[in-house]
């Protein structure tokens, strides 16, 4: 399959490139070029310079794509955390639709749908609730564009995988007793998300438009992955509950 | 099929014997029925309301409406001739926006995109900018909203269909129509955790009848006077509110009161007290 990634030289992009390249060809793109030993060591993948605020080359990079991959955020500028994670998904829809793409993986943080009038209140939190991201820069910003991705697919023969992520670890920092938040998950592993998003037949998503928690098998049920699980076959190998575990 | 001959010159029947007597765009008789907004006329007005996109029309009928009980000022991102005070701002995510808010009771934010060749202007404006907004006027402890968006985004349901505010939007994909619905979402969240409560109110097609005369019926048509009414009404439904009649969050179309119309206006009718004069 041929694959664009969007926002690739982010912290996710190097781990999600990984898990892919070696199924599939990539188009690696950033406004930020990708280090020389990434360059060298993807040779047989394309990298290109391009700005997700810029639909023009939003719509040149998709041109021969099967899929997009959407890893692209903004946190903190006022300006560009709408123009890329709100109008940024604009662009991407946009793009998807000129270019005959059916397949589209966009990501955000876990308050994307879940904020603080669900997070500091309930438990059993699945994806498949109405969105409350709060007022926060950053989730709402990414919330709405979100929203942006769902009105496409309600009218447009497209399908969005939404993947939703909240603390990412590597391996070696999963330490027994060492806590955290109850949805995290290994880079590898959500990494693996992303190969299971570009095999699964389209056909099997219960709609066009659906929200995946992606996180590991943690012990508090504040959040649940059992969709991602189930829709996705998502099988998280890391062991993110020794975080919780007493030491001994 | 509704008769859009009879309901063409039903609407502007209405619209001809609602201009009689309208002075500033609402009925006298109306806003003495609507709750008072508690100034005395002799001192003027005290409550401060801020309109914005102060270069639209209705934004300018707005403010001649409320001046008659709130002090009004406006704010455009152009330079803007007007009767009442105007600040030009950009909106920005600063301290100039939270000045700018501040000392207001409430902000009628009409939420008109600048006219740009870039077709995603309209979610950048009533998605960032409407943010913008709302953050400072939650920092500047302004208490209330009313924000203005459209019927259109109902109107993919069938006709056949009974539509009413608690139906969910179907804004699609194209960019103005899915920007009322972002700006709807974000009022929303800020509404949802408590920073200010929020009136929607969702117009149809904002015309004036006596303008519309000659032109094919359209059931999406609203009379400017209705809308000013309705804006009006929403803001002092909120003063009085307490919470208890609408909430934090409320959402009201805004129509003329006739079978011609696409949506109808009974919530309105029945908690604002709306009472649109130019109806088919």
Not at chain 1, 133 to 150: A, D, H, M, V, W
Request: hydrophobic share 40%; charged share 25%; aromatic share 8%.
């Amino acid at each position: 399959m041929n694959v664009l990634l969007l926002g690739a030289n982010g912290y996710m992009g190097p781990h999600v490139v990984r898990a892919l390249a070696p199924d599939h060809h990539l188009r690696i793109t950033d406004i930020q070029p990708p280090p020389p030993d990434v360059r060298e060591a993807l040779q047989d993948h394309e990298f290109r310079s391009v700005d997700v605020t810029d639909p023009d080359q939003v719509r040149a990079a998709a041109q021969g794509m099967d899929a997009i991959v959407n890893l692209s955020v903004v946190r903190r500028d006022p300006v560009l955390a709408f123009h890329v994670n709100t109008l940024g998904c604009y662009h991407v829809m946009q793009a998807a639709v000129a270019c005959g793409i059916h397949r589209v993986i966009n990501t955000g943080p876990h308050f994307t749908m879940a904020g603080p009038g669900y997070e500091n209140w309930d438990h059993g939190i699945g994806p498949d609730i109405p969105p409350h991201p709060g007022t926060g820069l950053y989730p709402l910003s990414k919330s709405l564009g979100q929203e942006i991705c769902r009105s496409f697919t309600e009218v447009h023969d497209v399908c969005v995988l939404e993947y939703l992520f909240y603390s990412l670890r590597d391996k070696d920092e999963l330490r027994q007793g060492a806590g955290g938040v109850p949805f995290v998950v290994s880079w590898a592993d959500a990494a693996e998300a992303f190969r299971l998003g570009l095999e699964i037949d389209l056909a099997r998503l219960p709609s066009k438009c659906e929200v995946f928690f992606i996180f590991g098998d943690v012990p508090q049920a504040k959040f649940l992955n059992d969709k991602a699980k189930r829709v996705l076959r998502f099988a998280p190998k890391d062991d993110v509950s020794a975080l919780w575990r007493r030491p001994g | 099929m509704k008769s859009t001959n009879l309901s063409r010159r039903g609407f502007l029947a209405g619209g001809g014997l609602g201009v009689v007597g309208l002075a500033g765009g609402v009925p006298a008789e109306d806003t003495q029925e609507s709750p008072d907004p508690g100034e005395s006329q002799s001192e003027g007005p005290t409550r401060g309301v801020l309109i914005t996109s102060a270069e639209s029309p209705l934004a300018g009928a707005i403010a001649a409406e409320l001046s008659r009980g709130y002090r009004v000022s406006l704010t455009a991102r152009e330079d803007v001739r007007s009767d009442y005070p105007v600040t030009k701002s950009e909106l920005n995510a600063d301290e100039a926006t939270v000045a700018l808010v501040r000392g207001n009771e409430a902000i009628v934010h009409v939420a008109q995109p600048v006219v740009a060749a870039d077709e995603t202007v309209p979610i950048d404006d009533r998605t960032r900018l409407t943010y913008n907004l709302l953050q400072a006027a939650k920092q500047a402890g302004v208490q209330r909203l009313v924000y203005l968006s459209s019927l259109e985004l109902l109107t993919a349901y069938g006709e056949e269909f009974e539509v009413t505010e608690e139906w969910r939007p179907r804004p699609g994909s194209e960019p103005r129509l899915l920007s009322h619905y972002l700006g709807e979402f974000t009022c929303r969240e800020f509404a949802r955790e408590g920073s200010l409560s929020v009136v929607i109110l969702r117009l149809g097609k904002v015309v004036r009848a006596e303008e519309a005369a000659g032109q094919p019926f359209d059931p999406l048509w609203v009379d400017q006077r209705d809308v000013v009414q309705a804006v009006w009404l929403a803001l002092a439904a909120l003063e009085t509110d307490d919470g208890r009649k609408l909430g934090p969050w409320s959402i009201f179309h805004v129509q003329p009161d006739s079978p011609a119309a696409r949506f109808s206006v009974e919530k309105a009718k029945r908690l604002l007290g709306y009472k649109p004069k130019f109806n088919g």
